[in-house]
């Protein structure tokens, strides 16, 4: 089945940078789009950035041009560089696949 592991979460200042990543297995994973998801204490999971099997992206609006989504099929993995980090940013990341879900990484975002 397919196993999802995320990395790189933790705390940081307004402003500032972090880079996440999700490591697959378990599938082809350079046939399958890969997505990134957030979920803030009490509210629901929002998709944050989305990449298809051949590299086109999509990104909710509210992270647009600060955001980038990318993948490494021969390592099997898919990255989220965060830029320009702002307190509501604050969450809990998720990588996805096919409807699996990794354990999720902290994200916080705070002075």
């Known amino acids: 089945q397919v196993q999802l592991v995320e990395s790189g979460g933790g705390l940081v200042q307004p402003g500032g940078s972090l880079r996440l990543s999700c490591a697959a297995s378990?599938?082809?994973?350079?046939?399958?789009?890969m997505a990134w998801y957030r979920q803030a204490p009490g509210k629901s999971r929002e998709l944050v950035a989305i990449?298809?099997?051949?590299?086109?992206?999509k990104y909710v609006h509210s992270v647009k041009g600060r955001f980038t989504i990318s993948r490494d099929n021969a390592k099997n993995t898919v990255d989220l560089q965060m830029n320009s980090l702002k307190p509501e940013d604050s969450a809990v990341y998720y990588c996805?696949?096919?409807?699996?879900w990794g354990q999720g990484t902290q994200v916080t975002v705070s002075s």
């Open positions: 378990g599938i082809i994973f350079s046939g399958n789009a």
């Open positions: 996805n696949c096919r409807g699996a």
């Open positions: 990449i298809s099997s051949g590299g086109s992206t």
